[in-house]
């Protein structure tokens, strides 16, 4: 990924602030009795909020805030990207909306490499040819049209103002449009929004995106065809061609949401409702809990030596399935009923050494038990137990950092999702292999993992959180502080956390995770423990109480966490 040393810089500073922030003592989760909205924006969870008090249930407030947060948290939140949606309605239904972004009509495998099969650096992820499909926009409108309640024009209107009016910026909106200034510099119509006559904008001064308006206007009286077909359509098409990208009408055209069940598991007597491929996310949470469930975490302690390490290989293990295996279910024949399997992860275990760490390059396909970020999340429930958990994304912040002339419209840049060559790495440093290559129409495989956690039958958790490949590993550790160490949910997303994915051999650490004499037996152990990356962003709910054994508060029943690592966001409700 290309980053100036100025963005470098400002995410280690936030990584290490956010990091002490963390360990620090954590507020009490958010009450409410009737409902509960958390997102990575301030007015994009009033805006929910808002939704639930005039009547509408959890999906049209997941609607409302997804338009909204396309105009006032632009870095992740958008029209040009795609996502998932995780549902458990009132009556016990689960279902799962896949929205993700597709690679062209014109997609090659080789598109990315150079005459001698190298890989031409930033390519896949700056610029139009980095743009996969849009998918938000369709997934908003089949969710609204199929399990909402309200009128379009009511759940859009919100965003539509924002736009239209503006909104005033407070730190933590200009934080994130700083990290990318220089990219905005490099294309007219970003500049034009996101610059404030060629400058950064300050605290306090306002963000209005007239453009925008116009197309989320164009969305509120047509629906989706406002956004893929007519003037909206062509402007997208007309910017990608200009700018040597490979999107065409039909492309437009030919989009479609799937609707599909989602992947479920158990653990601890909870059930874990979460994504599909094209999303890893719900298979790999489902075999990292599969593989700790036999070991007795709880009595060896939070942060002890011992339960780190079996839930570092844990994490080993399961993304060596992840890189390896999972792809478009349209394109690849996913083995989950083998990597769900409780007797799978009985094997892994068999595999994981309980004094010392395994060696990622020894640990792959055809070698027993294995066989040959950035994005935004917002979770919600409503007073009948409507549960939504969303996570959508432009994949970097601000996408390919190109907007479409005329639209307001950031594209994405998920084609580096795909495996762009064998061996080599994406933006997130994963190593990926063939099931995820590119190809015409399809989905590259994402990490993405909105998730819903039930006890029996009824939503006890909603959580998600933007970050790559690191979401997974936030979202299992955030269910495992729960379930298993019994913090309250504010505590569980506080706490700080350490990723392990495979490949590179190094688990990232937050400052304050571990203890020095923790450290000191884990490194003694073989484990490569390296610095914290950028900041996740769990936005998560509690339902019933605020810890998983605990009581509620009064006549409360939703207690929402709002993670602080970003200065942004809010947990609330009514």
Known sequence: MQVSLIRQSLAFSIAIAVSCTAHAASQAPVAAEHGMVVTAQHLATKVGVDILKKGGNAIDAAVAVGYALAVVYPAAGNLGGGG???IQLADGRKTFLDFREKAPLAATANMYLDAKGEVIKGLSSKGYLASGVPGSVAGMEYALAKYGTMKRQMVMAPAVAYAQGGFVLDEGDVDMLTTATEDFRQDA??????LNKGEPFKPGQVLAQKDLAKTLLQISRYGADGFYKGPVGKALVAASQAGKGILTQ???DQYKVREMAPVECDYRGYHIVSAPPPSSGGVVICEILNIVEAYPLKELGYGSAQGVHYQIEAMRHSYVDRNSYLGDPDFVKNPLDRLLDKGYAAKVRAAIDPAKAGVSKDIKPGVAPHEGSNTTHYSIVDKDGNAVSVTYTLNDWFGAKVTAATTGVLMNDEMDDFTVKVGVPNMYGLVQGQANSVA??????????????TRDGKPFMVVGTPGGSRIITAVTLTIMNVIDYGMNIQEAVDAPRFHQQWLPDVTNVEINALGPDTRKILTAMGHNLGAPQPANHIAAILVGA??????PRGANKFYGANDPRRNSGLALGF
């Open 84 to 86: 998932f949606m995780t």
């Open 189 to 194: 119509p970003s500049a034009a929004i996101f």
């Open 440 to 453: 015409p129409g399809k989905r590259p495989l994402s990490s993405m993992a909105p998730t819903i956690v």
């Open 250 to 252: 039909a492309d437009l």
């Open 546 to 551: 605020p810890t998983a054994d605990g009581k």
